[in-house]
């Protein structure tokens, strides 16, 4: 079993930055990868960005340019670093990896991202 830890989320006024982080634990034989996703009111969940072990990215167009996503390892976390935000980037944004000897989905709890006009 992995779980998934995320902090970071908050309130921000359009324009700023926010950053999460997601720390991996527990009985981790492998992560293939890890990433953000978010899901707003009333929307589907979706992908934001993800990163491979071997530290392939990928962005949803609508981030592209504003967000960064980096990993480390060694300490099975990843970061999202979140610049120039929109009122449309507020929603709750989940934590996923793909891990375990057979690559299994598994999901944080979510964390808040709040972005006011």
């Known amino acids: 079993q992995v779980q998934l830890v995320e902090s970071g989320g908050g309130l921000v006024q359009a324009g700023g930055s926010l950053r999460l982080s997601c720390a991996a634990s527990?009985?981790?034989?492998?992560?293939?990868?890890m990433g953000w996703y978010r899901q707003a009111p009333g929307k589907q969940r979706e992908l934001v960005a993800t990163?491979?072990?071997?530290?392939?990215?990928n962005y949803a167009s609508s981030v592209k340019g504003r967000f960064t996503i980096s990993g480390d390892n060694a300490k099975s976390t990843v970061l999202l670093q979140m610049n120039s935000l929109k009122p449309e980037d507020t929603a709750v944004y989940y934590c996923?990896?793909?891990?375990?000897?057979?690559?299994?989905?598994?999901w944080g709890q979510g964390t808040q991202v709040t972005v006011s006009s």
């Open positions: 990163i491979t072990s071997g530290g392939t990215t």
């Open positions: 996923n990896a793909l891990a375990g000897l057979v690559p299994i989905d598994y």
């Open positions: 527990g009985v981790i034989f492998k992560i293939y990868a």
